[in-house]
């Protein structure tokens, strides 16, 4: 079974900094890529960033590029997360999310939540301004 945890998540003021981990365990042997989605109360869930495997390449929306940072440590099985300059507008909930991938995949990092075969359960995120 595969178990996908988040931590990292907590209060922070606008123009400040967090960093989200999401650890990956239960299937040995396997590659991922990972991503990083997020949903506020009455909006839709939105994909942040997106690292393939082994992390050759990453994607992010446009409304954090420039702010936030993916990265994995794939000896530590785990994605994080670097947030800077927060806004208001960050907060919500953070879910990291793996889709089972071929080890020669360094090129799919998918931005639709739909290609995502395991999801964490969430951390919160509140920037007050």
């Known amino acids: 079974q595969v178990q996908l945890v988040e931590s990292g998540g907590g209060l922070a003021q606008a123009e400040g900094s967090l960093r989200l981990s999401c650890v990956i365990s239960?299937?040995?042997?396997?590659?991922?890529?990972m991503g990083w989605f997020r949903h506020a109360p009455g909006k839709e869930r939105e994909f942040v960033a997106s690292?393939?495997?082994?992390?050759?390449?990453?994607l992010y929306s446009d409304s954090v590029k420039g702010r936030f940072t993916i990265s994995r440590d794939n000896a530590k099985n785990t994605v994080y997360l670097q947030m800077t300059s927060l806004k208001p507008e960050d907060t919500a909930v953070y879910y990291c999310a793996a889709r089972l991938v071929d080890w020669y995949s360094d090129w799919e990092a998918p931005r639709d939540p739909s290609d995502y075969h395991y999801w964490g359960q969430g951390t919160q995120v509140t920037v007050s301004s």
């Open positions: 239960g299937r040995a042997g396997s590659a991922y890529a």
């Open positions: 690292i393939s495997w082994p992390g050759g390449t990453t």
